[in-house]
């Protein structure tokens, strides 16, 4: 890494544009800022950006990758990774939604009635997790089939919790993270990660 300053913006704010942000950059600040955080400029359907729906699409209001690929010929950029969540809108959680137990994401996120031995938590085990919440941190969803099954949801309810478990969250997470490295990522922050692993008999908090 250069030793030098790391801005911190959104896509938004340091020009109403990723081409104005380096613009800017260039005319007024190449000497002294090095890198760029560039907060989460994905599509997404909620909470200023951190619900994203994929990590493959720059939301078109910013720009494209193209802008993305000419910010990092001359700084290092930071881009985040929502580790413990995705959009409910998301092509994953939306399958899963449609087609239930057939879906090849549902292991991709926590079920209630399989992470807690009774199928539902007890007021004791609610009140041992470290929640955003005062109650039970999950939606009640309601697939195509009919049928409903609390899941897990720490944050608002566009943010669909992960499930550190399953092999097939590792394979989303990898393809994901690779794809921002391959496209400019020379650093990547991991968002909400304190409450990405879960455990029964836990706070669910800072565990690992």
Known sequence: MNNKIMLITYADSFG???KELKELLDRYFSREIGAV???PFFPSTGDRGF???TYEEVEPAFGDWDNIHALSENYELMFDFMIN???RQSIQFQDFI???EKSEFRDMFIRFKEFWPEGEPSPEDVA???KRKNHAPCEDITFLDGTHEHIWCTFSEEQMDLNMESSVTWEFVERSLRFLMNNGG???RLDAFAFA???YKTSCFFIE
């Open 128 to 130: 041992m997790l470290n």
């Open 16 to 18: 109403k544009n990723l």
């Open 186 to 188: 020379s650093l990547i």
């Open 85 to 87: 969540h995705l959009s």
């Open 197 to 199: 692993t879960k455990k």
């Open 98 to 100: 449609e087609k239930h």
């Open 37 to 39: 955080h560039i907060l």
């Open 51 to 53: 619900a994203p729906v």
